[in-house]
């Protein structure tokens, strides 16, 4: 303890707060710390253990509890508060907060380690805009939270972003908004989450929808900065004993994502766009004749209009090239694939729907009460308002008409709003206030709508916009309209590493990149094999190139067809990461620094990374690569994925690229749970099953898992329909050698009907004398330096293997 307050003292000399704010006194109140100020009062609330909130409320302002992201409660119990003569302390067994009295100061402390302070403050400035935002953030003044950071911290988040990792040093404007054909540098793109990652292991979230500022140090002098047109001035500080407690901490904040359907994992055919129904049948009889697989079709803007211009806001079947959607989507669901539709939020003036949407009162207005219109690409519209009742009412019984159609899945698009200009009013705010969370609210109205109404359904909601808190929503978010380059398949990597570490754990691309006409099959490819170890495959583009497995030459489509077979032999493995996502909400891309978050050489890669914990994976990324250098973590040693070659812990090698596949390697001692290739998931069954073993000895212990369930039914897990297989590995020596024992056993949820099971044990690396299982010799097969042993496991029992090398 005293080597705290020695801390505290130290600290209030050097960073010393707004020097016209004093402290006049403090309360508890319903376990909250309420701090009153010359010109305002602070009120501090806890969380949890490791999650303390701080809000400011200026004199003459009413505190507004309505937060956009926070999903959690504030806890009591947790936290105690204990004042000196010169400070007031609150206290959780996590985090310490200690308001230093004169001169007014507060600093946050985590395991007694120093983490943040706040250096002004609350206060008031001149707008200075960002060039790239000039004409979108328009205010005379803004409103400021500034805070001290330490020297050699790195600072991660701010949304989706393609700056590097480490993103200090940079002022990013907090507004939605795309950039088209991107490569390997974007200041500003779909997501702008107003939250900072440190390297230091702790987390600040700006509790404030309205658009603004996030400065991380711009000016070199150690302060980071959240500033904000208006609205709330309340902040989260977030810390974890590691980065995935982070992050699980973060998530219980705001919400975890919901367990997506199985068939969201699978191959998507998808293109700007299909004109016609016949279009759609082709497409997918070219799959099934090429015996590729798909698990859904994506139809973009021309369902409901042959012309790309002019018809937006139809939001209904074009009968003329579509004359019967639902027989289309029967056949289509019949054989196990679903359709998913585009939808905007704009409805244009020369829309079937723009005189019912003005009738029924559900678009935006000015500020007389009429609907606002405006120009864009598409032509002159309104916005479906989202924030009013009878806005979301009408909006989701379009969808939900749909959905008793036939279809499968909704896609978002141009939700940042594309143009929302700032004279717009909503009834949740005027435009500039609702701007950057208007995709997360359309996210919302459809995932209510689903629960009210399909609720035993999985929604599938692809969209390009979102906030804060998206996740707990099921969003499935992508990285925009990349350009069809080299250059755009560089950047992927980090978006999706920061988006995962900022809880959207299924950021995604168009595979193959979707802007421009650029042909290169070389890069297809690459960008497929990339895809394979990613959240959403996804390949998508302008008709220019087709983006579809199915429709590339003949050489292309066979190196195509053997990446999406992969990904589906992988569907055990990604539907257990996607549950370790929806229960904890860990990232399924995780960058290296996760697993040595003291490798100060680690805390800038993002080449390189982690699919879920046992893949380490590096895509190539530029024409004519032969060789890359790769780091292989410290706590395992590797093997080749393709080849079975061991990689040593802690060292790195130049590995030779192939044209086949990218360097993919797996962790020593991972169980990797793979199926035989199916034509969709509709097929997907346990019932067989290969379950991989790495062999390593120098990891004398290990386990892994594997989830199951039927893979559509909503909240399978909490209502027990639902089975886990647990793996684990032992290796012990004695004087025979060393003996390896693997031990299968199962959770089985009370609602759920599991099957006996053949499982194929393929053990890596390794030369056997004996194979025993539940006590009997068995026979084995030896294929180079594996052994295959076939196992028959009866539901509701474990089996024990013994392996004697």
């Not at 061991?646 to 962790?667: C, M, N």
């Not at 989830?707 to 909503?714: F, K, L, Q």
């Not at 020596?733 to 390896?740: E, Q, R, T, W």
Request: charge should be positive.
């Amino acid at each position: 303890m005293k080597k705290l307050f020695f801390l505290l003292f130290i600290t209030s000399l050097s960073f010393a707060q707004n020097a016209n704010r004093k402290f006049e006194s403090f309360k508890e109140v319903n376990n909250a710390l309420e701090i009153n100020t010359s010109d305002g009062q602070y009120i501090f609330k806890a969380y949890s253990d490791k999650i303390i909130e701080t809000s400011f409320i200026p004199n003459g302002e009413t505190f507004n509890p309505i937060s956009q992201a926070v999903v959690a409660v504030p806890k009591t119990g947790i936290s105690k508060i204990i004042e000196t003569p010169s400070s007031i302390n609150l206290y959780t067994k996590g985090i310490v907060v200690s308001i230093q009295k004169s001169p007014f100061q507060i600093v946050y402390f985590n395991q007694q380690k120093l983490i943040l302070s706040e250096k002004n403050g609350y206060s008031k400035h001149k707008h200075i805009p960002l060039e790239n935002v000039k004409g979108n953030i328009k205010a005379d003044s803004t409103e400021v939270l500034q805070f001290n950071i330490s020297p050699d911290e790195m600072l991660y988040g701010g949304g989706a972003r393609a700056l590097g990792m480490n993103r200090r040093g940079n002022k990013l404007a907090l507004y939605n908004r795309a950039q088209y054909g991107y490569e390997t540098h974007a200041e500003l793109m779909n997501f702008c989450i107003p939250m900072v990652l440190s390297s230091k292991m702790y987390a600040v979230h700006f509790d404030n929808s309205a658009i603004g500022y996030l400065d991380l140090d711009s000016k070199k002098d150690n302060t980071l900065a959240y500033e904000t047109i208006s609205g709330r001035k309340t902040y989260q500080v977030i810390v974890g004993d590691s980065w995935t407690d982070l992050i699980s901490n973060y998530t219980d904040l705001t919400g975890k994502q919901p367990l997506p359907a199985r068939w969201t994992l699978g191959n998507f055919s998808s293109r700007f766009g299909y004109h016609s129904q016949e279009e759609v049948e082709k497409t997918i009889k070219k799959f099934e004749d090429d015996k590729i697989p798909v698990d859904a079709i994506i139809l973009d803007l021309y369902w409901f209009g042959a012309a790309m211009k002019g018809t937006m806001g139809n939001l209904d079947w074009e009968k003329e090239t579509f004359p019967n959607p639902e027989k289309m989507m029967s056949d289509l669901n019949a054989k196990g694939i679903k359709t998913v539709l585009i939808t905007e939020p704009f409805v244009l003036t020369t829309s079937k729907k723009w005189q019912e949407a003005v009738d029924k009162k559900v678009v935006a207005t000015d500020k007389s009460g009429k609907p606002f219109t405006y120009d864009f690409y598409f032509g002159n519209t309104g916005i479906i308002d989202i924030f009013k009742p009878d806005g979301k009412d009408w909006f989701w019984n379009i969808y939900k008409n749909l959905i008793n159609q036939g279809v499968g899945g909704l896609w978002g698009d141009l939700g940042e709003p594309e143009v929302f200009p700032s004279e717009a009013i909503t009834a949740g705010g005027k435009a500039d206030e609702v701007h950057n969370v208007y995709g997360h609210n359309w996210a919302k109205l459809i995932a209510d709508g689903y629960k009210k109404d399909f609720p035993n359904q999985r929604p599938f909601i692809l969209m390009r916009a979102g906030y804060s808190g998206s996740q707990r929503f099921g969003m499935m978010p992508w990285s925009g309209d990349v350009s069809r380059s080299w250059g755009g398949l560089q950047s992927q990597t980090e978006i999706s590493l920061q988006m995962g570490m900022q809880g959207m754990g299924y950021m995604h691309s168009d595979l193959g990149g979707f802007a421009g006409d650029y042909f290169d099959n070389e890069l297809y490819i690459r960008w497929l094999q990339y895809g394979v170890f990613q959240p959403i495959f996804r390949p998508h583009a302008q008709e220019e190139v087709a983006s579809e497995v199915a429709r590339k030459d003949i050489i292309t489509k066979a190196k195509a067809k053997k990446l999406v077979e992969l990904r589906y032999q992988l569907l055990p493995y990604n539907y257990t990461l996607a549950f370790e996502n929806n229960q904890k909400g860990t990232p399924l891309m995780r960058p290296l620094f996760f697993e040595e978050p003291n490798n100060q050489k680690l805390l800038t890669v993002c080449e390189t990374y982690l699919w879920g914990n046992d893949f380490l994976v590096k895509p190539i990324t530029k024409a004519g690569v032969t060789s890359t250098s790769i780091y292989f973590p410290k706590n395992n040693n590797w093997f080749d994925f393709y080849t079975g070659k061991k990689q040593l812990a802690g060292t790195t090698s130049t590995i030779a690229v192939v044209e086949d596949h990218i360097p993919v390697f797996v962790r020593g001692s991972a169980f990797i749970p793979m199926i035989k290739t199916i034509q969709n998931t509709s097929k997907y069954s346990l019932k067989n099953f290969d379950l991989h073993y790495y062999f390593d000895a120098k990891t004398t212990q290990s386990s892994g898992k594997l989830y199951n369930d039927d893979g559509t039914t909503a909240n399978a897990f909490e209502k027990g329909a639902f089975e886990i297989l647990n793996f684990n590995g032992n290796v012990n020596g004695n004087v025979n050698g060393k003996l390896v024992v693997i031990k299968l056993n199962a959770e089985i949820g009370k609602n759920f009907q599991s099957s006996d099971k053949n499982v194929t044990l393929i053990v890596h690396n390794i030369k056997v004398k004996s194979v025993i299982v539940n006590g009997k010799t068995v026979d084995f097969k030896t294929v180079k330096n594996n052994i295959e042993i076939p196992i028959s496991w009866k539901k509701g029992t474990g089996v024990e293997i013994k392996i004697q090398l």
